[in-house]
């Protein structure tokens, strides 16, 4: 296999650590289909950044008759990934003995999309609208935040992931992906939306994070560092390198993924910063800070979503991140 310059530069990380592993099998569950929301996973698969510090990484793409998560808890899978930190917070709850490792994206993606030159064309504008078209989960977590912004409940209706009443409705919003629901209504409805990140308004949960339970952390902390190392070369190669073999895995384990998806959603995490901004551009891709969740906590706690005396501390560690790891690397690929 050709060394590339993520997995050169992880094999001289890894020549410092004291434990060597050998094709130490490893299986990672995502949340959905395989996505270019993915790509750096897959990059560390494809490029061989996983195997040079000794692990052989299978990856069991998530979707609708998938429970990866009740994998990882059966110990049939060794590391998930998590769409943002309400779940590792009800894990807490619940007394699932479960740990966020890292964080590959800044940004959670969740968008709220309107019509332009329809008076919706600001994010405060947004409490006006008469319809908000929101699913049962977005109702029960993002919107609860919105809710206690100054939005109303009453301005919520039901999404059942069908852009239809949106492109009908010129007065509605809807909710979506920034990676992909705005390439949706371009090509279903012929015009580029009004889209507000969440994030950028103040939701300001990590996303696409990876979990391990507390027994695989104590039981085997050199794969879960180089799985987590692995997973921070792979984004950066995949944001800043040549990603096509990902890709090529991609649209193998879901052929429904086009090119245009591909590249669209791509333009969009670099766009909006998703996955490099803010503190990862010191710190490196995968970045979590103790005041950046405490943050997200307070305010799920104001909108009523979680526990006021919950231990979430109990729900990460930063053992792994904060390193800078991939600063260097995402230099050279640049030509820095």
Same mark, same amino acid.
């Given at each position: 296999?050709?060394?590339?310059?993520?997995?050169?530069?992880?094999?001289?990380?890894?020549?410092?650590?004291?434990?060597?592993?050998?094709?130490?099998?490893?299986?990672?569950?995502?949340?959905?289909?395989?996505?270019?929301?993915?790509?750096?996973?897959?990059?560390?698969?494809?490029?061989?950044?996983?195997?040079?510090?000794?692990?052989?990484?299978?990856?069991?793409?998530?979707?609708?008759?998938?429970?990866?998560?009740?994998?990882?808890?059966?110990?049939?899978?060794?590391?998930?990934?998590?769409?943002?930190?309400?779940?590792?917070?009800?894990?807490?709850?619940?007394?699932?003995?479960?740990?966020?490792?890292?964080?590959?994206?800044?940004?959670?993606?969740?968008?709220?999309?309107?019509? /332009? +030159?329809?008076? &919706?064309?600001?994010?405060?504008?947004?409490? $006006?609208?008469? !319809? =908000?078209?929101?699913?049962?989960?977005?109702?029960?977590?993002?919107?609860?935040?919105?809710?206690?912004?100054?939005?109303?409940?009453?301005?919520?209706?039901?999404?059942?992931?069908?852009?239809?009443?949106?492109?009908?409705?010129?007065?509605?919003?809807?909710?979506?992906?920034?990676?992909?629901?705005?390439?949706?209504?371009?090509?279903?409805?012929?015009?580029? /939306? +009004?889209?507000? &990140?969440?994030?950028?308004?103040?939701?300001? $949960?990590?996303? !696409? =994070?990876?979990?391990?339970?507390?027994?695989?952390?104590?039981?085997?902390?050199?794969?879960?560092?180089?799985?987590?190392?692995?997973?921070?070369?792979?984004?950066?190669?995949?944001?800043?390198?040549?990603?096509?073999?990902?890709?090529?895995?991609?649209?193998?384990?879901?052929?429904?993924?086009?090119?245009?998806?591909?590249?669209?959603?791509?333009?969009?995490?670099?766009?909006?910063?998703?996955?490099?901004?803010?503190?990862?551009? $010191?710190?490196?891709?995968?970045?979590?800070?103790?005041?950046?969740?405490?943050?997200?906590?307070?305010?799920?706690?104001?909108?009523?979503?979680?526990?006021?005396?919950?231990?979430?501390?109990?729900?990460?560690?930063?053992?792994?991140?904060?390193?800078?790891?991939?600063?260097?690397?995402?230099?050279?690929?640049?030509?820095?």
């Amino acid at each position: 296999m050709k060394m590339t310059l993520a997995n050169m530069t992880f094999a001289a990380t890894l020549a410092a650590s004291s434990t060597a592993l050998a094709g130490e099998a490893v299986t990672f569950g995502t949340n959905w289909v395989a996505q270019p929301e993915h790509g750096g996973f897959y990059q560390a698969v494809a490029d061989g950044t996983y195997s040079a510090c000794g692990l052989d990484v299978t990856i069991v793409p998530g979707g609708p008759n998938v429970n990866n998560r009740a994998l990882l808890l059966a110990g049939k899978i060794d590391f998930l990934m998590d769409g943002n930190l309400l779940q590792p917070f009800n894990a807490v709850k619940q007394g699932v003995p479960m740990v966020v490792l890292a964080s590959m994206f800044q940004k959670e993606p969740q968008v709220i999309m309107t019509h /332009p +030159n329809q008076g &919706l064309d600001t994010w405060e504008s947004l409490k $006006t609208a008469d !319809t =908000l078209l929101i699913g049962n989960g977005g109702y029960q977590s993002f919107y609860r935040w919105m809710v206690s912004t100054g939005f109303k409940d009453e301005q919520r209706k039901p999404y059942t992931y069908s852009s239809a009443p949106f492109l009908a409705n010129k007065k509605s919003g809807q909710q979506g992906y920034v990676t992909s629901e705005p390439h949706v209504i371009e090509v279903e409805g012929g015009f580029s /939306p +009004n889209v507000f &990140l969440l994030a950028d308004y103040g939701f300001d $949960t990590y996303s !696409t =994070l990876i979990n391990t339970m507390r027994t695989t952390l104590e039981n085997r902390p050199e794969a879960v560092k180089c799985f987590v190392d692995g997973s921070i070369l792979g984004w950066t190669n995949y944001m800043y390198g040549d990603r096509t073999a990902a890709n090529a895995l991609i649209q193998k384990d879901n052929p429904d993924m086009s090119q245009d998806k591909i590249d669209f959603a791509i333009s969009q995490l670099n766009k909006y910063g998703i996955v490099d901004s803010g503190d990862s551009l $010191t710190m490196g891709i995968g970045t979590m800070t103790d005041e950046r969740i405490k943050s997200f906590y307070d305010k799920m706690v104001t909108a009523g979503v979680i526990d006021a005396d919950l231990d979430y501390k109990q729900s990460y560690t930063l053992e792994y991140v904060n390193k800078g790891l991939g600063v260097d690397l995402k230099k050279k690929l640049m030509g820095n």
